[in-house]
């Protein structure tokens, strides 16, 4: 059986990925839209790494022209699911840099990540929370 992390890393673990997928949580982007965004990416990086986003089912493109074949790309509802990871990725990152904790707008107290469960409408701790994965 593969573990979960295991697989996560197999998918958004290497140099560009999380970066391809953050410049498109933005909304759709052409091949050279995500060049320029992206910066310093090889295009055949960047060519390698929207292949195997598809393939894993995270992105998806949309043909914009046909002759010559030029794509569109965008995420698909399993790859927008990294919104909330990348965003902790940041703030974890932020802090090791000496940066600040992300705060409430409002009371300005600093924000704590919980689980949350909508049925019971309450926060619920590690030792509560079980992780079903199938084989």
């Known amino acids: 059986m593969t573990e979960p992390l295991d697989e996560a890393l197999r998918r958004i673990g290497d140099r560009w990925t999380l970066q391809v997928v953050d410049v498109l949580l933005e909304g759709p982007a052409r091949f050279g839209e995500l060049e320029s965004r992206l910066g310093t ?4 990086v960047l060519t ?10 995270l992105v998806r493109s949309t043909p914009y022209s046909t ?14 699911d ?33 689980w949350w469960c909508p049925t019971c409408d309450r926060s619920v701790d590690d030792d ?5 994965v199938e084989a």
């Open 82 to 114: 990294l919104a909330t990871s990348l965003s902790v990725l940041r703030s974890w990152a932020s802090r090791q840099l000496g940066g600040d904790h992300r705060h409430h707008q409002r009371c300005g107290t600093e924000l704590e990540l919980r």
């Open 41 to 44: 990416i090889a295009p055949n």
């Open 48 to 57: 390698k790494r929207l292949r195997s986003l598809e393939a894993d089912g």
């Open 67 to 80: 002759r010559p074949v030029r794509l569109a790309y965008e995420l698909t509802e399993a790859g927008a």
């Open 128 to 132: 509560e929370a079980t992780a079903d």
